[in-house]
Each structure stands twice: as C-alpha cells, then as structure tokens.
C-alpha cells in the first residue's frame, strides 16, 4: 500500500513561526523515522506528509493515498486531535485510529466522563471550573484532583494537583486557569494503584495488550504521575507488567481493570489502537481516568511501545498490529 504518514513535526511548526515552548510536546524527527520505517518493514511505501494544513494543501492538489496513519494531534481547541481525521473524510481517504467525533469526545475529558459514566463505566464524581470562584463553590468531597480538562502528557498535572483543602484547591485552580486557558476539572482523587491498558481493535474485537502499573520511586513527585514523573520517567517511575503472579495470583485484579479500560474503549467508540488510564479508589475497585485514542508512539518512551516491547512485540510488530486493525475495520465496514 501507499501509506500517507501525518504527524506533528517540532521542526515544521518552527518554520511556521512557532516558539520552541510552543512545539516542546510535537514528535522529533527520531519518532517520526522510526514510525515510517516501521510502516516500510510491512512491505508499505510511506509518503511523509505533515501537519494538518500540510494535509490540506496535498488533498486540495489532488494527491490521494491508499490509507493515511494518522498521529497528528494539532494545535488548539477541543477538535485538534479532530482536524486531521475530519479532513480525510472529507476527501474519502482510509485511516487509521479513531474518527473525529470520538477525537473531540476524548480530549476533552469531562465530556467523555460524561459518556463513560452514562454506558455504566465506573469514573471518579467531577465537576467543571472555569473561575477562581467556581473553584470555591465546589462541593465535592475532599481529598479533589485539579487538571487541564483537555491537555496530554500530563500537562499541568503536577503535585499540587491532589488538593486536602478548599484553598488549595482554589489556588491550583487558579493557576490552572491562567497557565492553560481552559476550564480546570475537578475530580475525585483516587488514591489507589494506578495501570495503564494497552488496547489493540475495535468494538467487540477490541483486546487489552497489555496491563502496566505505573510505580512511583523514591524522589518522584508523590501519588501522581505528574508532567516532571513521565518526563524524567527513567529515574522516577517504574512500569510492570501486570501479570496473572504475586499479589494477583487470580488475575482477578488485571481482570477488572481491563474491563474497565476495554468497556470505555468501545462505548466512547474508540479504534484499531490507543490507551486507557486506570486507577483504584480507596475501596480498591478500578475507576477510569482517561481514554488516549492517540497514543505516543515513541518506541522506547511511550507506554504503548514500553508495555509491548514488555510482552515481547517489538516496535515493528507493534506498528504491523495496527495497520492490521486499521485495514480489518476498513474491509469490514466496506
Ligand atoms: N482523579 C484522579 N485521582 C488521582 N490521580 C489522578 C486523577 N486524575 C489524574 N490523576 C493523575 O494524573 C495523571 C495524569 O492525568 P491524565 O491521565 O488525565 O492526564 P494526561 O495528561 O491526559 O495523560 P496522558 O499522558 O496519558 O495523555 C494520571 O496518570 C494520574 O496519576
Ligand atoms: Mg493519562
């Protein structure tokens, strides 16, 4: 096939005019090469396209491409993950994960909250603020998380984040509101363990991968898996395989995790490949988080490619299960 490649680029958003703060959570070149040669090892022609106005200007010159794999996460409002997705329906091009209703539905996370708890998937009670006096309003029970209510890579999730007491929730929500520019959510805090799920297919053929618990090492910021914890993952956090052993013998723990990551994965309507984030409450029963229909992808870095070099598939591999995913939806619904 001839695979179209988008993707955010740092270096193409500095030739736009972008600060280098402003680029700081694009792909780099390294990711990029080693997405395409993954894609070239399953016998593919890879076609480098960019961003999203990259997109544009190749679809309005007539160039079409036979599936286009889609990373592309652009760069403000609530449908930016959404543009790219949009754009290639538009001109009736194939791609792979998620469509621009469930891009738009994730990102902003307390709408998906909204639908993850309407279908019967257990999330923490939460509310929105979008002032420092709806902040003071909140009647929520303490201990209350505050964070970027459509942000990724923990942006804006650091220790201040977990808030005992009214006013400090006042005060990170203030914070939070100036720095992000956009509504503050306000959530339950989960004081448990915490997993990430690794989810490959769609629907009723949708699968865990595979279940990593993200341990927390000494020096790291406490209770979160905050902006500084998975950027200095190395020396701060440690990821498990969970695995049917030890303290979950049974398998009755990964179990309940996974269908709770595997229930918001198909009401939310997620495809072909992404990440769900779980955690325990105080009871110890598993509560969503958030849903990740554009998971990283950077081989060595991001949970999804961490989780399965873990289980023993390699980045190719990895990459081959998704365009597998992508063209057995794509067959099916054709
Ligand atoms: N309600 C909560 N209770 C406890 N911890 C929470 C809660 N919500 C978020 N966290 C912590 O903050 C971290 C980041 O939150 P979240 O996953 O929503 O952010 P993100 O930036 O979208 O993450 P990603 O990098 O996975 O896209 C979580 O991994 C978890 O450690
Ligand atoms: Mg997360």
Known sequence: MRIGFTYDLKADYLALGFSEHAVAEFDSEKTIDAIAGAIQTHGHDVVRIGHVRALAARLVAGERWDLVFNIAE???????????PALLEAYGVPYTFSDPLVCALTLHKGMAKH????CGVPTPSFTLVTTPAEAAAVTLPLPLFAKPVAEGTSKGVSAKSLATSRAALV???????????????????LSGREFTVGILGTGDAAVALATLEVVLLAGADEAVYSYRNKAQWRELVDYKLLLDVGDDASGALRREVEEVALAAWRCLG?????????????SGRAQLIEVNPLAGLTPGHSDLPIMAALKGVDFATLIGEILRCATDRIAAAA
């Not at 639908?115 to 309407?118: I, M, Q, S």
């Not at 997620?270 to 105080?282: F, I, K, N, Q, T």
């Open 74 to 84: 652009g760069v403000a409002g609530f449908g930016r993950e959404s543009q790219v």
């Open 270 to 282: 997620c495809r072909d490949a992404g990440r769900v984030d779980v955690r325990l409450d105080g």
């Open 115 to 118: 639908v993850a708890r309407g």
């Open 171 to 189: 005060e990170v929500c203030t914070d939070l509101l100036s720095e992000y520019s956009q509504p503050v959510l306000v959530e339950e805090f």
